[in-house]
């Protein structure tokens, strides 16, 4: 399965290097802190469509260069090529258990964080 927020980040981080630019720049940029950057970059953290938009501005681009998809996609999901090497059925389920954990582990903190921007004051 593709991670289209990895994806996004790929593609925003050739650009980040194409402009010669670093994390901490678009984090300034975006009013966010590096780590925050450093999450959507790496596809822990979605990256909303304002944000999308921002960052689209930052380098000067449309939108649709920080989402096309890459020709060929390559599964970097080490759980799921791990389980090819793996012999037996038990250990397949406990690491197909360990994927499914590690996912709700990604959701709760992108949930947490979603909620936590959501009880800020909208500003005007």
Known sequence: MVNVNKVIGNN????LKENGKKQIDLANHLGVSKQ???N?????RAINAVELQQIA?????????????PAEIQDTDVIRAFM??????EAKKGLEIADQIADMICFYA????????MMQPWEA
């Open 110 to 117: 992108n949930a947490n964080e979603t909620a936590k921007k």
């Open 12 to 15: 925003i981080t050739s650009h």
């Open 57 to 69: 501005a930052y380098f000067h681009i449309p939108m649709e260069k920080l989402v096309v998809m």
């Open 84 to 89: 090819g090497k793996v012999e037996t059925e």
């Open 36 to 38: 925050v950057v450093s």
């Open 40 to 44: 959507m970059l790496g596809g822990a």
